[in-house]
């Protein structure tokens, strides 16, 4: 069964801190694609990133980089030098094939300046 | 630019209305879904269709109901608004395969008092 977990509630960070939020997944599947999405205060969900089993490798984007490693099941996202902006929640997914999209519980993200 | 769209984006209506949220979108996906978000954060699967004529009551149980008479249509209906309903509802569509993941909608902020 698919599974995703993100075990971090709330985080909160001062400006310019770095921070990692953390996601697990489970799966039986050795095609699968990960997901992050972001939702601001405004309520839409907007798409970071994705990633397919097959392409472990690291990725940044400006102050945004992901973690991808097979071997311990995690996709983890690191936003370097936070600032207020980033403030928002964080969501974490897990997709196989033609099966729905299951989503983490979030991580509420709070950074202050 | 969205490819989906949700209307209102916000509605504050009395209890016992008849209320439906509108979702759009123009990419031609078949398959669309509805989150119910609650200040929780947690994304709530309410209802979902893999193509026109097709839908299916998702992970939480929901008063509201959805039709899918044309592929870029997915509206839902509460019959009857209740102050229990107070919630974010997002609309999202994907391709057949969710490699892409989903596109979500703005969301309609629903308050019923």
């Known amino acids: 069964a698919q599974k995703v977990t993100q075990a971090q509630t709330e985080i909160s960070v001062v400006e310019k801190e770095d921070v990692t939020l953390d996601c697990v997944y489970e799966t039986r599947d050795t095609t699968y694609y990960l997901f992050w999405y972001k939702q601001p205060p405004s309520g839409e969900l907007v798409f970071l990133i994705r990633?397919?089993?097959?392409?472990?490798q690291n990725e940044i984007s400006g102050r945004y980089s992901w973690n991808f490693q097979k071997s311990t099941s995690s996709f983890n996202f690191t936003i370097t030098a936070s600032q207020v902006v980033d403030s928002a929640v964080y969501f974490c997914?897990?997709?196989?094939?033609?099966?729905?999209?299951?989503f983490g519980t979030g991580t509420r993200l709070l950074v202050s300046p | 630019e969205a490819d989906i769209y949700q209307t209102p984006r916000y509605l504050v209506i009395g209890t016992g209305k008849k209320i439906t949220l509108e979702c759009s979108q123009t990419?031609?996906?078949?398959?669309m879904y509805w989150y119910q978000q609650d200040p929780g954060m947690e994304l709530h699967l309410i209802h979902y269709s893999y193509g026109v004529n097709s839908t299916e009551k998702g992970d939480l149980s929901s008063e509201s109901t959805v039709s899918r008479i044309r592929t870029e249509h997915f509206p839902l209906t509460l019959e009857s608004a209740r102050p229990s309903h107070t919630s974010q509802y997002l609309c999202a569509s994907s391709a057949n395969r969710v490699h892409y993941g989903y596109t979500f909608g703005s969301g309609t902020r629903l308050t019923v008092v």
């Open positions: 990419m031609g996906h078949d398959k």
């Open positions: 990633r397919n089993s097959f392409d472990e």
């Open positions: 997914a897990l997709g196989e094939g033609f099966q729905k999209l299951v």
